[in-house]
């Protein structure tokens, strides 16, 4: 088995800053890509910011300029640096990562328990 387990979320004014943690742990084959997404109250939830084993990132257009995904190969981990957080960044955000088991023939998507972000205005 394959599990992902998030940290670093919490209570943050606006304006401060973040740093999410995501370790993959398990059975892995392979990691490909890596991810964010968020789910805010009431909404879908949406692509934060991907990176590809090679280090392609991809951001959403809310948080370019102000995030950076980055990964460490070697520690099956993904970071999330959270600056200039706004309280419309205010949601529950959640670590995925494609990832072909051991155990497994294809790879599949793997996800977080999720972590809660609260940026109070």
């Known amino acids: 088995q394959v599990q992902l387990a998030e940290s670093g979320g919490g209570l943050v004014q606006a304006g401060g800053s973040l740093r999410l943690s995501c370790t993959a742990s398990?059975?892995?084959?392979?990691?490909?890509?890596m991810a964010w997404f968020r789910q805010a109250p009431g909404k879908q939830r949406e692509l934060v910011a991907s990176i590809t084993s090679g280090g392609i990132t991809n951001y959403a257009n809310s948080v370019k300029g102000r995030f950076t995904i980055s990964r460490d190969n070697a520690r099956y981990t993904v970071y999330l640096e959270m600056n200039s957080l706004k309280p419309e960044d205010t949601a529950v955000y959640y670590c995925?990562?494609?990832?072909?088991?051991?155990?497994?023939?294809?790879?599949?998507?793997?996800w977080g328990q999720g972590t809660q972000v609260t940026v109070s205005s």
């Open positions: 995925n990562a494609f990832i072909r088991s051991t155990l497994e023939y294809r790879a599949r998507d793997y």
């Open positions: 398990g059975s892995i084959g392979s990691l490909n890509i």
